[in-house]
């Protein structure tokens, strides 16, 4: 099986048979593991049991008040 070339690549609608098949395949899987992803973000998302912290930075060090060393 040949690499394909601009010249040889033919478009989507001219395939036919097990060509056309594989990319509604590949297309059909994309969307399948898409949707199961959303789904367990969505139910194991433990932001809720994140620490919650109430320090603010108030100055931000310059790079001259840090000694170097």
């Known amino acids: ?4 070339t601009l010249e040889g690549i033919s478009d ?3 395939l036919e048979g097990e060509k056309k098949k594989i990319v ?3 297309i059909i899987a994309g969307i399948i593991i898409g949707v199961i992803y959303s789904i367990s973000y ?3 998302d433990n932001s809720d049991d994140a620490i919650q912290t109430k320090d603010e930075i108030i100055v931000v060090p310059t790079s001259q008040s840090i000694p170097v060393r």
């Not at 099986?1 to 394909?4: C, G, S, T």
């Open 12 to 14: 989507y609608n001219t």
């Open 1 to 4: 099986m040949n690499e394909p």
């Open 24 to 26: 509604w395949a590949v």
């Open 42 to 44: 969505e139910v194991f």
